[in-house]
């Protein structure tokens, strides 16, 4: 029987089972119930578990098919990583990267920029409704991305779990979410200790999902075959599975069947069945070691190939020690470097191990130590675009630059170099270098912009090039970037962002009109409702600025919280405008320091007054005082 594509296949080989995949997935019903029920029931629930034991298939194969869709809304399976073709400059500075791709992720089929600046609560208060007051059903899964990958400004915005814990802790007001959070062992505790989130894992729920059982491990091996009309002849799945609990020779393992092993042994012992034939026999069995041991070299070539130049003997030599002593882990791992080590993991041949540390599963060591029988085949050519932006999304940098610069010079196409030119801005941007980065996007728009269909991308590289110039102080540059962006896209986001380099510039009623417009068009944008409350309270026009940031409470960046109290005050309301003032510190945006100065003033301190007024002018963040705000600054400096 053939089994090309991955669809005749009853087994899923060394993929995530996915959503479709769910007529595949036996051996974990004890699993799936469990999970429904405490997810269902609870704000937050985190399943954890071993890299490779099954965390992200249980959740897509098992608990989602089991969710009725007309009784709660069920959203996709979310992460962090940002999604392809926006660019890393057109998320506000203001804002966490992590909840950008968490956001793009639960929305795939919308335009991912239209996310930029939203909080995780407005995103669902807006974006997601539940049907007869149903529960609200969000997945954030690879959760330890937000403890290892990288995150420009740290500190310089809400942090992902923050935004979270404020969504899970309004479920009993306006949000009736249910939060599942999917982490791996080595950071469930640091889930644990986030501020924000103990008080609901306390009331919520934690679950590790372990290695499969003998039990388990034979239905996830015979009832896929079954439903494919075929079968293992007696003793066969029982000869299969006892090989995967073997470390070596001696004494059966402790019972433990990695899901991964299983899939890839089974996966293999159907490759080899005959066409025509109704079971797997003894003789069709595939050699378990064989198996894994090709399953380790051509991980390690694949890794190889991206980190070390194709040198797949010395990342060998590098993992030796790890399988040394005791046959299962060794003083080794701390010499892998963390790049190297990451890409193991993600491939499974490593994972934490005890003492920060990096160890093999045990079932894999001596397969590797052996090698295949037969030379390793060489790992597919490199897909250079998606691993640069593996690479950009763990801050290698270096490895990124060189992927992207090698896609340039050797391109696949008009479009494949464009996107490589945008992944080189993102490497210049996330390091800090405005001026590389302008370069790499205007680069990429143009060649993009010869290419059908395209207006949307080259409408998202000419707003971060707009907002990189107005990082630099070039307003005028901006508004002109920023127009030609909106001559190929009406999105509201883009529409903001040349209202903003129009407040730079100082022509605020511009701005308004822009705002105006993209308000008629699309409705209550938050952004856009956002950005023209702020800007109406430094006109000082109180009334119209309240209107519009009621409409996006709660205000949860600082810069709104700022022009609500400057709007209050200015409205006579002076002693609730200073209890609406957010936190501030010397980094915080020149343009929130200034409102809360013109507070303070309102307020009578002057003194308070002038020391605000004063940081708001030196302004050590990213993009300084608007010009035509600095007499404002002044005035209340000498008063």
């Known amino acids: 029987m053939t089994s090309s594509g991955r669809g005749l296949t009853p087994f899923v080989g060394p993929h995530p089972f996915r959503r479709d995949d769910a007529p595949k997935f036996f051996g974990r019903e004890r699993e799936i119930d469990e999970l429904t029920k405490r997810w269902t029931q609870s704000r937050l629930t985190i399943l954890h578990g071993a890299s490779g034991v099954g965390k992200t298939s249980l959740v897509t194969a098992g608990v989602l098919p089991r969710l009725d869709a007309t009784r709660a809304d069920v959203l996709p399976v979310g992460t962090v990583s940002r999604p392809p073709f926006v660019p890393a400059a057109v998320i506000p500075g203001d804002s966490d990267p992590h909840v950008f791709g968490l956001l793009a992720s639960w929305s795939p089929y919308e335009n991912p920029i239209r996310f930029a600046g939203l909080t995780v609560s407005a995103y669902l208060r807006r974006h997601h409704w539940s049907p007869h007051g ?105 000869r299969l599975v006892d090989e995967l609990r073997r470390t070596g020779p001696g004494p059966l393992g402790p019972g433990a069947v990695e899901p991964l092993h299983l899939q890839l042994a089974c996966a293999a012992s159907w490759e080899s069945v005959s066409e025509g034939s109704a079971a797997i026999g003894p003789a069709d069995l595939a050699d378990v070691n064989e198996v894994l041991a090709g399953f380790c070299h051509r991980a390690i070539a694949a890794v190889a190939r991206d980190h070390l130049r194709g040198d797949a003997d010395g990342l060998r030599a590098l993992l030796r020690p790890l399988a040394r002593v005791r046959g299962l882990r060794g003083a080794g791992g701390e010499r892998l470097p963390e790049p190297i080590a990451r890409a193991l993991l993600a491939h499974h041949v490593i994972r934490p191990g005890r003492k920060h540390r990096w160890e093999m599963p045990a079932r894999l060591v001596r397969p590797f130590l052996r090698g295949p029988s037969s030379p390793a085949p060489p790992p597919p050519p490199a897909d250079r675009l998606a691993a640069t932006s593996a690479a950009l999304h763990q801050g290698w940098f270096a490895l990124a630059e060189d992927l992207a610069g090698q896609e340039v010079r050797d391109p696949a ?49 000419l707003t971060a090039a707009g907002r990189i110039l107005m990082d630099q102080g070039a307003y005028r540059a901006a508004v002109t970037e920023l127009r030609s962006a909106v001559r ?74 700022a022009a609500y109290a400057l709007a209050l005050a200015r409205n006579g309301d002076v002693g609730n405008a200073v209890k609406a003032m957010p936190p501030l510190d010397v980094h915080s945006d020149p343009a929130t320091l200034l409102r809360a100065a013109r507070v303070m003033k309102a307020a009578g301190r002057d003194s308070e007054a002038a020391r605000l007024a004063r940081q708001a002018r030196r302004g050590t963040s990213r993009r300084p005082l608007p010009p035509q705000l600095t007499a404002e600054a002044d005035r209340l400096i000498v008063t």
Not at 424 to 447: I, K, M, P, S, T
Not at 490 to 507: C, F, M, N
């Open 413 to 461: 196409g008009t479009r494949s170099r464009a996107r490589a030119e945008s992944l080189l801005g993102d490497a210049a941007y996330l390091q800090n270098d405005l001026g590389g980065a302008l370069a790499h996007y205007r680069e990429a728009a143009r060649l993009f912009d010869t290419t059908r269909g395209t207006d949307q991308i080259v409408a998202t590289l």
């Open 134 to 238: 149903g529960l609200i059903m969000a997945v954030l899964d690879q959760a330890e991305d937000v403890f290892t990958t990288f995150r420009r400004d740290r500190g310089a915005h809400p942090h992902l779990l923050d935004q979270l814990s404020d969504a899970v802790g309004a479920c009993d007001r306006d949000l009736p979410l249910r939060l599942l959070v999917v982490v791996g062992d080595e950071h469930v505790e640091s889930l644990r200790r986030h501020d924000g989130l103990r008080a609901h894992i306390i009331q919520g729920a934690s679950y590790r999902l372990k290695p499969l059982g003998v039990e388990p491990a034979l239905q996830a091996c015979r009832r896929p075959l079954e439903a494919a009309g075929r079968a293992f002849r007696p003793g066969v799945a029982e």
């Open 488 to 561: 190929r896209s009406t999105e509201p986001v883009i529409q903001t962002e040349l209202a903003w380099a129009l407040w730079y510039l100082g022509q605020e009623s511009g701005a308004v009109d822009v705002l105006d417009g993209a308000l008629r068009s699309d409705g209550d944008t938050p952004e856009a409702l956002r950005a023209r409350g702020e800007i109406l309270s430094d006109l000082d026009n109180p009334e119209r600025a309240l209107r519009d940031l009621d409409k996006v409470r709660p205000h949860e960046l600082a810069s709104t919280r």
